[in-house]
């Protein structure tokens, strides 16, 4: 049967106007093949939506920790480096073959629809619950007046960075209301220099350019200290904890955890033959080694400390790559396991972005409740475990798909393949 071309490119266009409303799948390392045909990567939507599930988990039991070496799940932040390797291998995947028919400025916007609107609930979120969070260290909280609070509202929202002196709650974050959103902020700073620079590299300057950047990961984590910035952080020795603030030492430590993670995902996705192939139970296989990295104990007591800082670069460095190859070079068998995926990818961002305004909660009704029996403490951390999925779902439903298929049909500009 001979169909004409009018209809098919119809269809096309419809696609591509609507493709960064799932832009959680990730498909298969291909060149030059139109982005309606290439394969998901649901693996790796699934294994977003399991370090999701455990930063959640790893904020709630930190409300009890007594610092870095006695959290209970203790590496839970090495989450945000695997998120990295994630979204340098997907913007690869996403972007690498388009831009001979995408502006910088179309990358941007795709973008900035694609994040945006995520990083806005959060941070009304965090708005909505500023003044129940004043817990102990937190005293600014009931010292900031309303328009103070509306002020800092709206620079979370257009994603400006408020400085040490802006700092409303007492943490010296970069958003006072929403503390996981410095991570965004990073993401963008990869995104912007991926757009005007990376993308142009050549294969050979990109590993470079990626091995260098793994100095950085190795001085960071072995706090070797070589430009001398990671002195004030005695609290979080031999670990890669920090970024979440504009003081020169955070920066650095955002820079340590971006560069490597990020523009190493990119060359991951570049490098097409580097995959693992699991032909059985991939998904658990990859899961099973993304939460063990998060969950293990800190490594080496008070004495050893380096063996810690050890761990953090060898899982940085080799095991995050090694999973992502694994799962974009595995299939998923099974309808149950697919439909569990493509779930866990769907909330995955919108729970990493929204569920940290309810930690501070958290950590004042813990304060306040000191004395109360341990099951009620367990009872009131589940269910905020529970709420932080029920919001991050419903609010894709209701809010961030709509919003951004409303977005994506209005500011994005359609070219024919």
Same mark, same amino acid.
């Given at each position: ?18 493709? &960064? ?56 932040? /090495?989450?945000? &480096?695997?998120?990295?390797? %994630?979204?340098?291998?997907? +913007? ?9 028919r995408m502006t ?8 900035? =629809?694609?994040?945006?609107?995520? @990083? @806005?609930l959060g941070t ?29 509202? $709206? ?25 996981? !959103? ?18 142009r590299f050549s ?26 910035? %990671? ?21 650095? =430590?955002? =820079? #340590?955890? /971006? %560069? ?42 008070? &004495? ?19 999973? $992502? ?5 595995? !299939? ?8 569990? #995926? ?19 909660? !958290? ?20 269910? +905020? ?5 029920? @919001? ?5 439903? @209701?809010? &961030? ?5 409303? %977005? ?8 024919? !393949?």
């Amino acid at each position: 049967m001979h169909f004409s071309e009018k209809p098919i490119d119809r269809m096309k266009e419809i696609y591509r106007t609507f493709a &960064d409303k799932y832009s959680l799948t990730f498909v298969m390392a291909t060149e030059s093949i139109p982005l309606s045909s290439k394969p998901r990567f649901e693996i790796l939507d699934g294994l977003r939506g399991v370090a999701a599930m455990i930063v959640v988990a790893f904020h709630l039991f930190e409300t009890y920790s007594a610092g870095p070496m006695h959290q209970i799940l203790n590496h839970g932040y /090495l989450a945000v &480096d695997f998120f990295f390797v %994630l979204s340098g291998f997907v +913007i690869g995947y996403a972007y690498d073959d388009r831009w001979g028919r995408m502006t910088t400025w179309d990358f941007f916007k795709r973008r900035l =629809i694609r994040l945006q609107p995520m @990083v @806005v609930l959060g941070t009304l979120i965090g708005a909505f619950w500023f003044y129940f969070g004043a817990a102990p260290g937190f005293e600014l909280v009931m010292q900031t007046p309303w328009w103070k609070l509306l002020l800092i509202m $709206v620079l979370g929202c257009i994603m400006f960075p408020t400085p040490p002196s802006m700092d409303i709650r007492g943490w010296q974050e970069i958003n006072s209301l929403n503390g996981a !959103q410095w991570s965004l902020l990073w993401e963008y700073v990869a995104n912007i220099l991926y757009a005007l620079f990376v993308r142009r590299f050549s294969t050979l300057l990109l590993t470079v350019f990626v091995f260098l950047s793994a100095l950085l990961t190795i001085d960071l984590a072995m706090d070797l200290d070589v430009t001398g910035l %990671l002195a004030l952080r005695s609290y979080a020795r031999y670990t890669v904890i920090g970024g979440f603030g504009l003081t020169p030492d955070q920066i650095y =430590i955002a =820079i #340590c955890r /971006l %560069l490597y993670p990020f523009f190493g995902g990119l060359l991951l996705y570049r490098l097409s033959r580097c995959r693992i192939r699991i032909n059985r139970g991939a998904m658990t296989w990859c899961s099973l080694a993304v939460a063990a990295t998060l969950v293990m104990p800190h490594l080496g007591g008070t &004495d050893h400390q380096w063996v810690n800082g050890l761990y953090c670069a060898a899982v940085i460095l080799f095991v995050y790559p090694a999973v $992502v190859a694994a799962g974009a070079g595995s !299939q998923l068998k099974g309808r149950r396991t697919t439909a569990l #995926c493509k779930f866990l990818g769907m909330i995955s961002y919108p729970l990493y972005i929204t569920h940290y305004p309810m930690i501070y909660v !958290q950590m004042n009704w813990a304060a306040q409740h000191a004395d109360a029996p341990l099951s009620t403490h367990i009872w009131v951390a589940v269910s +905020i475990f529970v709420a932080s999925i029920a @919001v991050a779902y419903a609010s894709v439903k @209701v809010y &961030d798909l709509p919003l951004r298929t409303w %977005l994506s049909a209005k500011f994005l500009q359609i070219s024919k !393949q």
